[in-house]
């Protein structure tokens, strides 16, 4: 979808990403091996209560699903930025589901614009665990 296609503040939804514990570990082992992550009695001593999913895993988890939606195609040039906040752990089991808006949108060019996306991903509970603003170079049709 061209830049000039997309519509400020449409509201895309994304499948669930279920965090299953063996991949958790085989993330946390290979880029974030602190014990939170990784053992399980140092994990029951923290307020947790029990080893949580690495941050990124988790957001990357969201993300594989969005890219699903393809919203932008072949016309996506390129990613700019990404800003995370964590809000609440995320632990092994959890199924988290998002949803994408189009929070801003500014014309860089008579080639390009640049597509502000916001993620909001919830656990199964209903609780808000992590937001992700994301910016994208788009194409326009003109």
Not at 10 to 36: G, R, S, W
Not at 81 to 87: A, M, N, V
């Amino acid at each position: 979808m061209y830049f000039d296609e997309i519509a400020l503040h449409t509201i895309i939804d994304i499948e669930p990403a279920v965090i299953h514990k063996d991949k958790m570990l085989a993330f946390a082992k290979d880029y974030d091996n602190i014990p939170l992550h990784m053992d399980e009695e140092y994990a029951k001593q923290t307020p947790f209560g029990q080893i949580i999913a690495p941050g990124v895993m988790s957001f990357m988890a969201v993300w594989a699903k969005y890219l699903e939606v393809d919203l932008f195609g072949e016309e996506l040039l390129a990613g700019k930025s990404t800003k995370i906040e964590w809000i609440k752990p995320v632990f092994a089991g959890d199924v988290l589901s998002a949803q994408a808006e189009v929070t801003n949108k500014m014309e860089r060019n008579e080639k390009n614009g640049l597509v502000e996306i916001t993620i909001s991903a919830y656990n199964q509970n209903g609780d808000l665990v992590l937001t992700d603003v994301t910016e994208a170079i788009v194409k326009r049709n003109r």
